[in-house]
């Protein structure tokens, strides 16, 4: 059940949104920020990077509503095999989506879940359970004995919240989400993300380094101008109010609404008119709180150069009925093709363009684009490398 109160954070930040317009002007970071543009095409930082950001870290690879009881999806997207599996009793596990006989791939990634009521891999039929275990081996007299869980499908952390499928990418690891958030544990739990599903999902490969795709959803500088003939009508110019919570960012982008109405909001609905609340979570999730769906947008790197773009539309359960499919495809084409995919992800390619021709040495982001300095400063520690 949805709480009735605003978390102190949202609170914070509609203060601060209220604060910016009352005076006419914008929260500004201290300084300038300097980020050198090698880290947008050099091989040995993306290795860090995939060594520590996607190796370690809780990753969000599905939606809680994408694998109901009794299916399995496979998910390649973090570079790992993951092999996502949920049980006839609805307990989901994550394994390593590899059979343990000669390491042949157990299920290819597809855009559905499939039903199964058991594993089989498809070059000897080795077959396991929806739990992991071996279930039969082909001539098993011809191989020695072995420990069950030397013969069992390899797990890996996984924890569902707040609707989402997180798991990291390690078998040694361990996972606590709830740790992993921090404050932003409740702020994400008041909007109710368990309570959707997924309209529609986009996996597409794009020219550009995973990182200017972050950056372009931690600033509002170019809203007014790159945004001018789709969503900037309906946005303040630049009124946000920000809040760094650990590695991660949550921002609440004021809407022109927000500087006519001040009354506290209960409902996600009612905020989401006011605002648009945006929240990075560290290290490559990007949620966009509409009026009345969620963008669930996540990045992942496939080279220094280009990155893996995933767009689920998550909308309320209770409006996933056919009468609601026209507006649910109308909305998608128009921020998925047009404000995504033509102006957002457009610029990435052609930045990296730019970034390649050797113009520049370093990006430059000044006190009004804060939150990205925050990020890559994120970034620059989790490598271990200076800022």
Not at 198 to 209: P, S
Request: charged share 25%; glycine share 6%.
């Amino acid at each position: 059940m949805q709480q009735r109160v605003l978390p102190v954070t949202i609170k914070a930040m509609l203060a601060d949104v209220r604060r910016q317009a009352a005076a006419g002007t914008q929260d500004r970071g201290e300084a300038e920020v300097r980020v050198p543009v090698t880290r947008y095409h050099d091989p040995a930082w993306l290795a860090a990077e995939r060594a520590t950001l996607f190796s370690r870290l809780p990753l969000i690879v599905a939606h809680s509503s994408e694998i109901r009881p009794g299916e399995a999806l496979a998910n390649d997207a973090s570079g790992v095999p993951i092999l996502l599996v949920r049980d006839e009793q609805g307990t989901l596990r994550a394994f390593l989506n590899v059979c343990r006989h000669r390491g042949m791939r157990l299920l290819e990634p597809a855009a559905s879940a499939a039903a199964k009521k058991s594993l089989v891999c498809g070059y000897h039929g080795w077959t396991y359970q929806l739990d992991g275990r071996l279930r039969h081996r082909a001539w098993e007299d011809a191989f020695d004995p072995l420990p069950e869980e030397q013969n069992a499908l390899v797990p890996l952390p996984c924890e569902e919240r707040h609707g989402f499928v997180w798991v990291i990418p390690a078998r040694d690891a361990e996972i606590d989400i709830a740790e992993h958030l921090g404050v932003l544990d409740a702020e994400l739990a008041w909007f109710g993300i368990d309570g959707m599903t997924v309209f529609r999902t986009v996996d597409t490969v794009y020219a550009a380094n995973w990182k200017l795709i972050m950056d372009a959803f931690l600033e509002y500088y170019h809203i007014r101008i790159l945004h001018r003939d789709t969503i900037q009508p309906f946005f303040a110019n630049g009124v946000a109010g920000c809040l760094k919570a650990g590695p991660h960012i949550a921002a609440m982008v004021a809407r022109k609404t927000a500087l006519e109405e001040f009354a506290d909001p209960l409902e996600r609905d009612a905020l989401c008119k006011l605002v648009t609340p945006t929240y990075v979570l560290f290290p490559n999730t990007v949620l966009v709180n509409h009026p009345d769906y969620l963008s669930l947008i996540t990045v992942f790197p496939t080279g220094p150069d280009s990155h893996r773009w995933v767009h689920r539309m998550l909308i309320p359960v209770a409006k996933a009925t056919p009468d609601w499919t026209p507006h649910w495809e109308k909305t998608f084409r128009l921020l998925e093709e047009t404000v995504f995919e033509k102006e957002d992800v457009a610029t990435a390619v052609a930045i990296q363009q730019g970034i390649l021709c050797g113009a520049n040495t370093h990006m430059t982001f000044g006190r009004v684009e804060r939150n990205v300095g925050w990020f890559h400063d994120e970034v620059a520690r989790a490598v271990g490398r200076a800022g």
